[in-house]
């Protein structure tokens, strides 16, 4: 592992580090980032890896534009208020503009965005976003054509309430079986070698 990866303890950086670690020896490397929010971890992978280019997908969608299996998750940005979105849209916007051409936000429904980009177009694909089972399954589906090497995500084994994020499991395991995990309770397949 690199110096600047070796460094840190908070959660964002350690999933950084699980996905710029399964980057390494990759030239100029793509991503997508289902889910965003406020671009803490979005902001982390545009730092620590200067070559790297960040397609960052976010709905922004409050509470009220939320798929109802997605509020009964209890995940907290599936019920925040429209406002808070707004808010957490326009810091990655900011934040975004820091990193020129390399971070592009695309204020899209996530399978909605998963349709502009082309097969096989990407290194790796995060996905953090609905944790739904029909939202994580949906977002699966979506986006396993999209890239050429990883598929991973976010809140995979989750075991700490009050959410519940059984559904990532469950979507997880019926598309893939068995996963690599990671710290952080992140999940990543590699489906081309």
Known sequence: MSEPLARGGTAARQRANEILNRLEGVDKPVVIEVGVNTGILSQLLLSLRPDLTLYMVDSWRGEQEQPDEYKQTNDM???????????????????????????????????????????????????????????????????????????????YRNPYPPYDF???????????GEVETGKNVTWFKCLYA
């Open 77 to 155: 940005f599936a019920l925040r208020t429209q406002a808070a979105a707004d808010a957490a849209k326009a810091r990655v916007c900011a934040m975004a503009g820091k990193f020129g051409n390399r971070a592009k936000v695309v204020v899209l429904d996530s399978v909605a965005a998963a349709e502009t980009f082309e097969d096989k177009s990407v290194d790796l694909v995060f996905i953090d976003a609905d944790h739904s089972y029909e939202g994580c399954k949906a977002d699966i589906e979506a986006y396993t054509r999209v890239t050429r090497k990883w598929i991973s995500g976010h809140d």
């Open 166 to 176: 059984s559904g990532v499991d469950r979507a997880v395991e019926e598309a893939f």
